[in-house]
């Protein structure tokens, strides 16, 4: 378990700005998501925590010691690579016990340390196999296997479940869910995946272009979210933006509702609206009602016992107590005074 | 929509009569012997068939006092189990295959690791690199036989201005420089190619794997033996077997840079094979040392195909 703090940290790859200075604290024990669009350097970020790129500027901390000089190896620091990055010539065991060999660990210690990380992760079988032998999943384990043998004091995984399939992804999210709460340990986890995200984090950081956008709780970025990046990127389907004119707030420059809160009725109750598509998951709806004046289809999430045709006028109204107030560079505002209000 | 394409497979014609019967592969194949058939008959003219005479010769005395070729059994090769002199270019040739061979994989290995890393100007060093390789072989032992020359070498002129040596060297006159020369030139030669081989083996290594290395603690020297080397164990078989045979075969550079001498400290099995026939017209006696010269090819050769048609 570890404390770790980035203050003020810069990153470029020759001319090209990655990070710009980035400030976070993370504490002790706590599990902390990485997410933002393609690109936005969360790996870099990673890459920079374990050591494997250099900072340009700025600090990094580990529990009080600062560590931007200290090798890799030196930082009690395990990842978990996207791509895995097994060892491909060396058997699951040498694989998982290579970090120990390489400490000098005796070859007892090291065996039994094996044993105990594939017990967890239901190794044990294949622990003679190389990783090709391997099916995606379990390689995913290994993988994972393979950082909790060193009993490092932070865990870095770098998308760890993109690439695979959807039912073996929730298996390993309550597997990961399960380790989380089994080793108490700290852990930076970047992830594309919503559900991973809301379901894992005790604190979420979203970036944007190499800055961080809003660091806190799922439910407070999901409540409260600093700016319309934020409010865009949390939550699925996402947030749907209306110009702040058209809904009678004409203080804001746009409003942004859930679907979950967009309210669907019969013509004349709001703003006039077409419904173009129909998703029906079963227990939910998603209806996508075009709208005069907005760019993009307004979503609204209905009870899956609904019945909504595509082709039919309907009409949308938002409440201001669920809505965000967004100004024209896309901050959040407060509250309008005017306490109800349906366009 | 689901009867139609059930009905038109039946219906629709065979690609070809034949692919009904089963017989369009031995059509196939009959046509394919006939494509071949130029071909098999240039190899048989220009290689098959001097190669099994000049075999049939290692069993005759065929010299200049014989207008003839007359059948002798293994005479030859009791001879040549008798003759010190050619034992000897035996072990010449191990040594010179031996160093060769290592000191190629050994500097090509290192030279592609360096040019794997990123650094200014690495684009220009590795198209230098291939110099070496478009010399002929000829004028790159003319280079290097200037290079090690007793009187106007540069080699002479750095290590005495440097005060190394206080009196100019006749490199290629003792048995240990004229090897060490004839050794460096191949290496020399050799290098750009082997290197190459190996850039392309470490351009395919996953960076991703050698940065769980770094993380897992391992220095550059693990990195090397536990990553690097098992990745490239492919590559270094195939550059071994073919550095092997290439030295096996070498000929060119030696008789240009040294003659085989000075006496007969560079004479590996080709020069002996040179000599045997064109200065001493021993056809018999040079034949039979060729098919032992090809018989020291064949294992390595053997490997090589081996591995090759394994991986097809
Ligand atoms: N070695 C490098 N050299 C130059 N540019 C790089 C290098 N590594 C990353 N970048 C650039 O830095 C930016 C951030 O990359 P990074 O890999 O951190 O993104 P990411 O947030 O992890 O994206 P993704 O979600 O697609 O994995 C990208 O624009 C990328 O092109
Ligand atoms: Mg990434």
New interface residues.
């Given amino acids: 378990m570890a404390t770790l703090q980035l203050s003020g940290v810069c990153k470029s790859f020759g001319t090209t700005p990655v990070l710009h200075d980035i400030d976070l604290d993370i504490g002790e024990g706590e599990f902390v998501v990485f997410v933002g669009p393609s690109g936005c350097g969360k790996s870099t970020l990673l890459r920079l925590i374990c050591g494997l790129d250099t900072i340009d500027s700025g600090t990094l901390t580990i529990d009080g010691e600062i560590v931007n000089d200290v090798p890799p190896a030196k930082r009690g620091i395990a990842m978990v690579f996207q791509s895995y990055a097994l060892y491909p010539h060396m058997s699951v065991a040498s694989n998982m016990g290579y970090a120990l060999r390489l400490a000098g660990t005796p070859k007892a210690e090291i065996e039994r340390r094996v044993e105990a990380a594939a017990n967890v992760l239901r190794l044990g079988p294949l622990l003679k196999r190389k990783p090709r032998q391997l099916s995606g999943g379990q390689r995913q384990r290994v993988a994972i296997g393979r950082a909790i043998v060193r009993e490092p004091n932070v865990f870095l995984f770098d998308e760890p479940l993109s690439n695979l399939d959807a039912a073996l992804r929730v298996d390993m999210r309550a597997e990961i869910a399960a380790l989380k709460q089994r080793l108490g340990t700290t852990m930076i986890y970047v992830t594309h995946d919503q559900i991973e995200a809301m379901t894992l984090a005790d604190r979420i950081v979203v970036m944007n272009a190499g800055r961080i956008e809003q660091v806190g709780s799922p439910l407070e970025l999901y409540r409260r979210p600093a700016n319309r990046v934020v409010a865009r990127f949390i939550g699925s389907p996402r947030m749907n933006l209306l110009p702040g004119a058209l809904v009678g707030d004409p203080a804001a420059a746009e409003i942004g509702v859930r679907p979950e809160h967009v309210r669907l009725a019969g013509v004349g109750h709001g703003l006039a609206g077409t419904v173009r598509m129909v998703e029906h998951l079963g227990s939910d709806l998603f209806a996508h009602v075009e709208i005069a004046g907005v760019e993009e289809r307004v979503v609204a999430r209905l009870d899956g016992g609904r019945e909504v045709h595509v082709g039919e006028a309907v009409s949308i109204s938002v409440d201001a107590d669920t809505s965000h107030r967004f100004d024209a560079q896309g901050k959040r505002m407060a509250p309008a005074h005017n306490d109800r209000r349906t366009a | 929509m689901s009867v139609a394409p059930a009905r038109a497979l039946p219906s629709s014609p065979p690609v070809s009569r034949l692919a009904a019967r089963g017989g369009l592969k031995a059509g196939e194949r009959r046509v394919g012997w006939i494509f071949m058939v130029p071909a098999l008959v240039a190899f048989t003219a220009v290689i098959l068939w001097p190669f099994i005479s000049a075999l049939g010769l290692a069993f005759t005395r065929y010299d200049l006092r014989t207008p003839e070729p007359i059948f002798i059994g293994l005479a030859n090769f009791r001879a040549i189990l008798a003759s010190p002199q050619i034992l000897g270019s035996f072990v010449t040739t191990f040594v010179f295959v031996t160093l060769a061979t290592v000191f190629t994989v050994a500097v090509a290995l290192a030279w592609a690791l360096i040019l794997n890393q990123s650094f200014r100007g690495r684009a220009l060093l590795r198209t230098a690199t291939l110099i070496p390789w478009v010399l002929p072989a000829t004028v790159a032992a003319f280079v290097w036989a200037w290079i090690f020359n007793s009187r106007f070498g540069v080699l002479n002129a750095a290590l005495l201005s440097m005060g190394i040596i206080d009196l100019p060297q006749a490199w290629l006159s003792t048995s240990a420089g004229a090897m060490t020369a004839v050794v460096i030139t191949k290496v020399w030669i050799s290098v750009p190619v082997t290197t190459t081989f190996f850039l392309a083996g470490l351009q395919s290594m996953?960076r991703?794997?050698i940065?769980?290395?770094?993380?897992?603690?391992?220095s550059d020297w693990?990195v090397l033996r536990?990553?690097i080397m098992?990745?490239l164990r492919p590559v270094l078989l195939v550059v071994l077997v073919l550095a092997v045979i290439g030295n096996l075969q070498q000929f060119d550079k030696i008789f240009a840079l040294t003659g085989g001498g000075p006496v007969r400290a560079t004479t590996v099995l080709s020069i002996e094979v040179y000599r045997l026939a064109f200065d001493s017209w021993d056809i018999g006696m040079a034949a039979a040392v060729g098919l032992l010269w090809v018989a020291t090819i064949v294992p390595p050769a053997f490997l090589y195909l081996r591995h090759l048609l394994k991986d097809a």
């Avoid at chain 2, 940065?211 to 391992?218: P, Q, S």
């Fill in positions: 996953d991703e794997q940065d769980a290395a770094r993380v897992d603690g391992a693990h536990d990553h098992p990745h």
